[in-house]
């Protein structure tokens, strides 16, 4: 049951034409890829700037300052100017998984499982979500296995391996959240009957 969505329609086609969009976008004036000298991101009258993927991990070694949540995640999703004039990072995507998770699970994160789909930048933000949420038990699952089992590691949980998602998932004994973080194209999905099963909260954050 799909209880809210974002008023936000990007194209399916959005990132093959990212720099005609951004070109198009009055307030942009340049796409932050790795800060350095001579790069604009590092210009007096540069402000900041929102970090989306792929590069939410690339830019960690090159910004100055990290904020606490960001040191821990591993990977940022906020540039800006500190009054000092170092280039400083945050990480605000578990803030929101955090709150909208928070919504519809009730008391359900005591004690409860959660399970990432991916490994990337907002699959740590999501981890990081969840063990401040108290769940007692994390999962990720990812195609490349390897790195299922370094994030998981990362936040003290388990990788969740099967031949398929589902049948991965069958070996669970319950399941309170799911938190997506892998693009609609990678073709993975929950059965119904799993859905059934458990009837946990999804949240779709890719």
Not at 1 to 12: E, F, H, I, K
Not at 124 to 149: D, P, W
Request: net charge neutral; with cysteine; glycine share 12%.
């Amino acid at each position: 049951r799909v209880s809210g969505r974002l008023p936000l329609t990007l194209p399916r086609d959005a990132y093959a034409s990212w720099d005609e969009t951004l070109a198009a976008l009055p307030h942009i004036d340049a796409v932050v890829i790795s800060p350095g000298p001579g790069h604009p991101s590092r210009a007096a009258d540069f402000g900041g700037a929102s970090v989306t993927i792929p590069l939410k991990e690339v830019l960690l070694p090159a910004v100055d300052a990290l904020s606490p949540s960001a040191a821990a995640i591993g990977a940022l999703n906020t540039l800006w100017r500190t009054v000092d004039g170092r280039l400083a990072a945050d990480n605000t995507d578990w803030i929101g998984i955090k709150v909208l998770l928070s919504r519809s699970l009730g008391g359900r994160a005591a004690g409860g499982t959660a399970l990432v789909l991916g490994a990337g930048g907002t699959a740590r933000a999501a981890c990081y979500a969840i063990r401040q949420m108290g769940f007692a038990s994390l999962h990720v699952y990812n195609r490349t296995v390897a790195k299922a089992e370094a994030l998981a590691t990362d936040f003290g949980g388990a990788p969740l391996v099967g031949a398929s998602l589902d049948e991965a998932l069958g070996a669970l004994e319950r399941l309170d959240a799911v938190v997506s973080c892998i693009p609609g194209s990678a073709g993975v999905s929950i059965g119904e009957a799993v859905l059934h099963r458990f009837a946990p909260v999804v949240l779709d954050a890719a």
